[in-house]
């Protein structure tokens, strides 16, 4: 601070001698808990002045330098301070002292000798004044109106003129204090202190109080200097200044929980999927393994005892005819006699060791059951590389039946092993329906009644939806054992479960973060006791999903189309609700609200409920590390991301459920109404709540503030009134980006809109072929979409036919897809499933493909569908490249304009050329590929370069109708970095390589050709 402020004074004084300045400041180490005085920066002035230092000189400075003063000791301090804070101190109260004078009161204080900071102060001021002759100036030390100290300026005597007039104190006054403050904005910014928040905020709150108005009317130097009038010219500034300060701490914590969520998040990995599923797994099929010996002696034990020629032999044959070129009808043989031997081995082992090995012995294979297991473990992957990446770009939206059937239920063995620990292998996932609360509750109300929904039968929707059971039982003597059995609800369930349309951010990176909420549940199992325990295990786990359409608090009475489920997850088994005086909602809710590292380490606070928080805030917020966030009212409302509660059970005459339901509104009014009751342990069902959006189809963006309060992404078309919004959309994800043309536009009309501006042609005539039958027509042009069957479109008037046959034609020739070896492709064919999308999804009144003479379809699903095939695709990605073959590859492409192409440079630059990178709407590229072409200069883009390969390599071809998509299975996100201020962000996004490997994968499995263009799309748009 002295190198600044000594030559400072130096210049406002004009002094050309030796000043020295004694600065007594208050002491802010954190670990000092009383008001002292410590001397600053008198070591630094050394170099200023003319003479050299002593050792005697050096031993003062050292110990004045570790000298503390007491704030009412001082013998010049304390009396400007009493002075100062009585009010009583002004300019004129100050006065030019004498050295000789101060130490010779010292010296008759001390009976004859200086003592404390005076035997510190002397030799040092000895040295180099002339303690008879020279003088000194006291002043308070003024910080954003507050006392701070206290300075002492050393001079010589011949420059008392200089020193003396009050006009230079004022001066003096007021450079101390602003370059004082500004110092201390600057502390704050060095060493440990870059890592707190500013502790200057709260002094500039002092200066807007009543206490300090009062203080700078009537506080003599206040009001003399005209502290109040600069501080409200200055506030702006300052304010200014503490905000870009607080910027550099709250980056730093960012960084550390970045880290904290990888290792909360892995952590999730290692307890649940490692240390017990996989570990469980892993052992089972350990002992389903044998070796080479073994299986030969069992095989020459069966040619003993039951001769080949007795049992085999027509299977053998059978074979044989099957399978003519494939294998000989020595190896038919050896692969019958070694598979049966495989399978006593199995049986043997099961008889041996009884429960301990409870996935089935089976003659069938596991692959039905391991396949979604490893589609588990990799899309874990593209989890963590979310969690990395952590810059979600949109989202996919999927009705809850689909999620929860199809991508978590559909995994028996990793959901039937994670309570093993506890000797449980049979999960019951129920699912309960809330129609809405029975009574209108205030947001801050902690009795919420439920009313239990029924569908239009009468049938009550809460019930099991399946039952996972991967231990068999004593009685089960089937050889294809059926891990997932359909509940007696299932039907009525999957309905209603379909009707809800729910958004996850970042697609896989947002479903597993709902997984994982799911998942950690069942391992709360690990808090129960005997005898709770021996039910579970005979009976099976009960995990209870419930849903419920609700609104944003902050707009509480929506009717329609309301923005939020609100789902709970608990056991269904009662358990005691307090442990050792505290109540558990209580204990969960006050976890949950501390931060995900610790206060003094920034070490990641590790366990299920952090795990919660933060998959919890991804679901709500599109963002991992939004976990700690505090900045809109939204966040005020929702923090810490998920609600604590119990019950005691659903009223069966009422059909309701009470819940008692806490949050961090209410936490301290919940502490003081939960008490430990003195009798009985209360037992009920405790629970936890959390939030995910409705996708929605259309966004009227009226305001880009909206997009804090709103969860923008969640919506298929997104509406906006400025154009140079658009980049604040795309960056949530959103691809159809409409202008506003029209107050009141529904959804249809938006979408028509839409397609006017996506569609490279403007008049489009889809004529749906059925073998080489034409059974109907979709006419799309800037005024319409419609469709007509074959009867309807035979009757038109020939002037409308006639119109029809200038447009665009689009053949859609397809059968129903039977043979996944693509016999429908050799015949120029699409391969279309009787029960795939086109007749699931678009089309109405049709129960196969055969049907088209009497379907129907709505406006909307004419739009989509229309989007679905005239959207051209070109892909540059290995992965998805391999999974079809160079023959489908090319049918796709002709067919579907659909392009899949490998990491091929030479398809690239002939892709350039004919049809050109503009003929498309997507351009799909993995990073490496990108990262590995040369720039003009011969050198590799890199990473970095993304912005020149977009120069280079497509230029001005991008556009509202033609997107660039980057795709990668790693965390990565120095690209976007760069591409984030560029001309080309608006019309680039990113898609995990995982969503478009599965998007093709599923497809292809079911071989349904229009299934797999149709999950492309959706892949890409989200929607």
């Known amino acids: ?102 130490f010779e009161e010292a010296r008759r204080e001390g009976q004859g000798s200086l003592k404390g900071e005076q035997a510190l102060e002397y030799p040092i001021l000895d040295h180099f004044f002339d303690i008879g002759k020279d003088r000194y100036l006291s002043f308070p030390l003024i910080q954003f109106g507050d006392f701070d100290g206290v300075v002492h300026l050393i001079f010589k005597n011949t420059d008392i003129f200089r020193f003396s007039p009050a006009g230079v104190w004022k001066q003096l006054i007021r450079i101390f204090s602003s370059e004082y403050e500004n110092l201390l904005l600057g502390w704050e910014l060095v060493g440990s202190n870059i890592q707190r928040k500013s502790t200057v905020r709260a002094q500039l709150e002092y200066l807007t109080s009543k206490e300090y108005e009062e203080a700078a009317t009537t506080n003599p130097i206040f009001r003399e200097l005209r502290y109040r009038q600069y501080y409200e010219g200055s506030y702006d500034y300052l304010l200014k200044r503490v905000d870009l300060n607080d910027i550099i701490p709250d980056q730093f914590k960012d960084e550390h929980r970045k880290r904290a969520i990888i290792s909360i998040l892995i952590d999730s990995y290692a307890h649940n999927i490692s240390a017990h599923s996989l570990t469980v797994l892993k052992w089972w099929f350990q002992q389903r393994a044998f070796t080479d010996v073994e299986i030969q002696n069992l095989i020459e034990e069966l040619k003993e005892k039951s001769s080949f020629d007795e049992w085999g032999v027509s299977l053998r044959d059978y074979l044989n005819r099957r399978f003519p070129e494939e294998y000989s009808l020595e190896s038919i043989e050896e692969g019958i006699l070694l598979q049966v031997a495989h399978w006593i081995k199995i049986v043997d082992k099961r008889r041996e060791i009884g429960n301990y090995l409870p996935v089935r012995d089976q003659l069938p294979s596991l692959a039905e059951e391991l396949h979604p297991l490893f589609k588990f473990l990799l899309e874990k992957g593209a989890f963590w590389s979310g969690i990395t990446r952590d810059q979600q770009f949109g ?25 093993h620990s506890e000797k449980i292998t049979k999960l019951h996932i129920q699912i309960r329906i809330y129609s809405g609360r029975r009574y209108p509750a205030e947001s801050d109300d902690f009795i919420r009644s439920y009313e239990l929904e029924k569908d239009e039968q009468g049938q009550v929707l809460s019930g099991t939806l399946a039952t996972i059971n991967v231990g068999g039982g004593e009685n089960d003597k089937t050889i294809k054992h059926k891990y997932i059995i359909p509940g007696t609800l299932h039907d009525s369930l999957k309905a209603k479960l379909e009707t809800f349309e729910i958004f996850l951010p970042g697609g896989v990176v947002g479903k597993h973060s709902l997984f994982t909420l799911i998942e950690n549940e069942i391992r709360n199992v690990k808090h129960f006791q005997e005898p709770d325990l021996a039910k579970m295990r005979t009976d099976g786990l009960k995990l209870v999903i419930a849903i419920r359409p609700g609104n944003l608090s902050y707009e509480p009475h929506r009717l329609t189309n309301k923005p939020l489920y609100k789902i709970g997850v608990w056991l269904g088994h009662e358990t005691i609700l307090y442990n050792k005086g505290e109540h558990l909602v209580v204990k969960r809710l006050e976890t949950l609200k501390k931060d995900i590292i610790t206060q003094d380490t920034n070490q990641a606070r590790l366990g299920g409920n952090f795990q919660d928080k933060i998959c919890a805030a991804m679901l709500f917020n599109n963002s991992f590390i939004s976990v700690e966030r505090r900045v809109y009212e939204r966040d005020d409302r929702y923090y810490p991301w998920l609600r604590s509660a119990f019950s005691t059970g659903v009223d069966q005459g009422e059909l309701t459920e009470t819940d008692f339901e806490i949050k961090n509104s209410n936490l301290e009014r919940a502490k003081e109404e939960l008490t430990e009751p003195a009798e009985d342990k209360q037992k009920g069902f405790f629970k936890k709540y959390f939030h995910l959006w409705r996708a929605a189809p259309l966004y009227k963006l009226e305001s880009l503030n909206a997009i804090q309060s709103e969860n923008v992404a969640r919506f298929k078309i997104v509406t906006i009134p400025d154009d140079n919004w658009k980049k604040a959309v795309r960056e949530l994800g959103v691809i159809r980006i409409l202008p506003e043309e029209s107050a009141g536009m529904q959804w249809e009309e938006a979408y028509q809109k839409w397609l006017n501006i996506w569609l490279k042609e403007k008049e489009v005539l889809i004529e749906l072929v059925h073998g080489k039958t034409a059974v109907g027509y979709i006419v799309y042009d800037q005024q319409q979409a419609a469709y007509y069957n074959q009867d309807d479109y035979l009757v038109l008037d020939n002037e409308v036919q006639e119109n029809y046959a200038y447009y665009t034609k689009t053949e859609l020739r397809f059968a129903h897809g039977t043979n996944p070896g693509g016999a429908e492709a050799k015949l120029g064919l699409l391969a279309v499933r009787n029960h795939g999308v086109l007749v699931r999804k678009f089309f109405d009144n049709l129960e196969t493909i055969s049907d088209f003479d009497r379907a129907t379809i709505t406006p909307a699903h004419i739009l989509e569908l229309v989007e679905v095939i005239q959207t051209r695709i070109c892909i540059f990605d290995k992965r998805v490249a391999d999974r079809i073959t160079d023959e489908k590859r090319a049918f796709l492409n002709e067919r579907l304009n659909c392009g899949i192409y490998s990491e091929d440079e030479e398809q690239w630059e002939t892709i350039k050329k004919a049809p050109g990178l503009s003929h498309y709407h997507f351009i799909i590229m993995h990073l490496s590929f990108l990262e590995a072409m040369k720039n003009n200069e011969g050198k590799r883009y890199g990473e970095e370069g993304i912005v020149d390969f977009i120069d280079e390599q497509i230029g001005d071809q991008l556009g509202d109708n033609c997107i660039f998509v980057v795709t990668t299975g790693r965390g990565r996100e120095q690209w976007w970095r760069k591409l984030k201020d560029s001309k080309y962000m608006t019309h680039t996004t990113f898609r995990p390589v995982e969503s478009l490997i599965e998007a093709v994968e599923t497809a292809s499995l079911k071989n349904d050709d229009l299934e797999l263009k149709f999950n492309l799309v959706k892949t890409l748009f989200g929607s």
Not at 12 to 37: A, G, H, K, M, V
Not at 401 to 409: Q, S
């Open 1 to 102: 601070m002295v190198n600044r402020l000594y030559p400072l004074v130096k210049w406002i004084t004009d002094c050309q001698n030796d000043i020295l300045l004694l600065l007594n400041i208050y002491d802010r180490r954190p670990s000092i808990f009383t008001e002292q005085l410590i001397y600053g920066g008198l070591a630094a002035q050394l170099k200023f002045l003319s003479k050299g230092s002593t050792k005697e000189v050096d031993r003062a400075l050292k110990e004045i330098t570790e000298f503390d003063l007491p704030l009412g000791a001082g013998k010049v301090a304390s009396k400007l301070y009493d002075e100062f804070i009585r009010g009583e101190l002004g300019i004129t109260d100050l006065q030019v002292g004498r050295l000789k004078d101060y």
């Open 395 to 419: 989202g996919e939206m999927r009705n809850m039946y689909d999620i929860l059937w199809n991508d978590f239920i559909r995994n028996p063995l990793y959901l039937g092993t994670i309570a």
